[in-house]
Nanobody, 125 residues
Framework: QVQLVESGGGLVQTGGSLRLSCVAS????????MGWFRQAPGKEREIVAA????????YHADSVKGRFTISRDNARNTVFLQMDSLKPEDTAVYYC??????????????????WGQGTQVTVSS
């Protein structure tokens, strides 16, 4: 029903930058809150950032606050994650996900039911 495709991952040195993109098709993109998640080998998946369906509100995890910025362009059915000042601990597979949440439900606790395939981000020293 909803297809999500991430791109923009790669290998960068500590302190470098990447911008991830996620393009959506299928169900109306404008209806969904969007989140970025990451999972490192042997680690639990964690939410990195999220944005409401119209982009009015955002969430950024404490570990990335001030370094990462989520944004969206509904005209292009795309959500972005700008990653600056990258650290080795940011190394992970990054996934975008879509949630259809009820009014008042937090971005963090939303039901992210649709997922992309992931894109690898590797930060070297």
């Amino acid at each position: 029903q909803v297809q999500l495709v991430e791109s923009g991952g790669g290998l960068v040195q500590t302190g470098g930058s990447l911008r991830l993109s996620c393009v959506a098709s299928g169900r109306t993109f404008n209806s969904a809150a969007m989140g970025w998640f990451r999972q490192a080998p042997g680690k639990e998946r964690e939410i990195v950032a999220a944005i409401s369906r119209l982009g009015v509100t955002t969430y950024h995890a404490d570990s990335v606050k001030g370094r990462f910025t989520i944004s969206r362009d509904n005209a292009r059915n795309t959500v972005f994650l700008q990653m600056d000042s990258l650290k080795p601990e940011d190394t992970a597979v990054y996934y975008c996900a879509a949630a259809y949440r009820r009014p008042g439900q937090s971005l963090v606790n939303a039901n992210y039911a649709y997922w992309g395939q992931g894109t690898q981000v590797t930060v070297s020293s």
